[in-house]
């Protein structure tokens, strides 16, 4: 999660985003993945039977995992290279990371791992804390081969690097020029990795490009994130009109990651910054890629993958909103990427909020950052999101009619669920509808019913009720 700029917001018209929602099905995707990532309760031994239950519960069908190469790797805080075989998985310490790749296999669950820093202090140019500069391109490719002989095809999508164009994962990000110094060394670290993949055993491993966070700066020095779109076009040696300069050769890659992460507005919400790429600027990814693709820089059709996103919430004031309209817009944000047909996944970060830590930026001081996306509090105590998650809605009005969208996550094929209404002056909510989804458990249908508030109501087949929380019209 990235630092966010202070930024005038702006918001669409209501009437055209609505109208962008309304016609989204004409288009939408017909295959996104969502991965959840439960974070730090997840790698407590004593916790994780509890936490798979409740992802099940949820209806978590796919896993996102971070490994850190400093975490695995021999003599992490060495200054000096280990004299032994760092292509062979036994010289490394996996034991945090493979339980919970195997049970998330055993679930078939396909598992993202994105591979990042802070990395061995051995591997770095200025041997310095934090452990992120100019990481060794020869010794992340010994690694990668590692980890390809260790996890192979357990892992079914690889990522490299996580948020590149961030300085609290990657440095420098500036010459003194101030031009971007990053995504050349991101390129280089990208293809030693997907070298090292290969060189593990995995002939055409699907491979994830960028994992960009969403906001930068286009011209600047220091410790300053790029923005991502300069991030993608200078890591693809492009110019700013994406015609290409150099002698750089077209990447091959399965998609490209971003953390379309907002701020604490209404998802539709479009950062007046061009490089910048949120949630509800997420066209300019999608055109950017189908640049780069005309400039044979990638191939072409890229798919984008959201391999990291959550809303913000209380207490933290600062990105966050009340828990009531976290759970309204996240279900927004997710009918935006289901409404992009180019976008194979989402994603949920966080399954329990972090403690409140610093302001936005500590983290690339050495200071704590904590993120409220989770779908719980920092007590475990469950927020309006945690009842929303498993059956997201949005409303939409236009034009008098309300148009509504959900997901049933937890569905293992068509099922039914009944969508209720309160209207102005009611006290109760009165049924509207019973609704049939999709094979993947998608519905929609237009209203003409008046109503100031919605929710919907599932019963699975084993007797569990689920009832998302009440939800109004945007």
Not at 116 to 124: C, E, H, K, L
């Amino acid at each position: 999660m990235p630092r966010f700029r202070s930024l005038i917001p702006t918001l669409l018209a209501a009437a055209l985003a609505a109208c962008l929602i309304g016609s989204a099905s004409a288009s939408a995707s017909t295959g996104q993945t969502t991965y959840f990532e439960a974070g730090s309760p997840l790698f407590e031994p004593a916790k994780q039977n509890q936490v798979f239950a409740q992802m099940q519960t949820l209806g978590v069908h796919a896993l996102r995992i971070e490994m850190s190469w400093s975490s695995v790797a021999p003599g992490a805080t060495s200054a000096s290279k280990p004299g032994v075989d760092l292509t062979s998985p036994a010289t490394y310490n996996w034991a945090e990371y493979a339980p919970i790749i195997a049970r998330a296999d055993a679930l078939h669950w396909p598992v993202l791992l994105t591979v990042t820093s802070p990395v061995p202090r051995w591997a770095t140019s200025n041997k310095k804390a934090p452990y992120i500069t100019r990481p060794d391109d020869k010794d992340f490719q010994e690694f990668m081969t590692a980890v390809a002989r260790r996890f192979g095809s357990q892992v079914a999508v690889y990522s490299i690097w996580n948020e590149p164009n961030h300085p609290a994962f990657l440095q420098p990000q500036w010459n003194s020029n101030r031009t971007p110094a990053s995504p050349r060394i991101y390129r280089g670290l990208y293809q030693a990795g997907y070298a090292g993949l290969q060189a593990g055993g995995l002939a055409h491993p699907r491979v994830l490009f960028g994992e960009t966070a969403p906001t930068g700066y286009e011209k600047t020095t220091g410790l300053h994130d790029v923005a991502p779109l300069l991030f993608l076009r200078e890591a693809l040696c492009l110019n700013a009109h994406y015609k290409r300069h150099g002698s750089c050769s077209e990447l091959q890659m399965a998609g490209y990651a971003h953390h379309a992460y907002t701020k604490a507005v209404n998802p539709h919400w479009v950062d007046p910054i061009r490089d910048d790429v949120t949630i509800g600027s997420l066209s300019r990814l999608t055109a950017a890629l189908d640049r780069a693709a005309s400039a044979h820089a990638i191939p072409h059709g890229v798919p984008i993958y959201l391999t990291e996103f959550g809303v913000q919430s209380y207490p933290n004031h600062e990105l966050g909103v009340s828990t009531g309209r976290q759970a309204e817009y996240d279900a927004i944000a997710e009918h935006i990427a289901w409404s992009n047909p180019r976008v194979a996944a989402f994603s949920q970060y966080l399954l329990k909020d972090d403690p409140l830590g610093g302001r936005p930026g500590a983290g690339v001081h050495g200071g704590t950052v904590g993120f409220q996306t989770g779908l719980e509090y920092v007590s475990g105590k469950p927020k309006p999101l945690y009842y929303g998650w498993a059956v997201p809605m949005t409303v939409s009005k236009y034009h008098g009619r309300f148009s509504l969208w959900g997901l049933v996550r937890p569905a293992q094929g068509p099922t039914t669920l009944t969508v209720l209404v309160r209207g102005k002056g009611a006290k109760r909510f009165s049924t509207l509808k019973t609704v049939t989804t999709n094979s993947r458990g998608y519905w929609s249908f237009s209203s003409s019913v008046k109503g100031i508030q919605w929710r919907v109501r599932w019963k699975s087949p084993s007797g569990h009720t689920y009832e998302g929380p009440p939800v109004g019209a945007f």
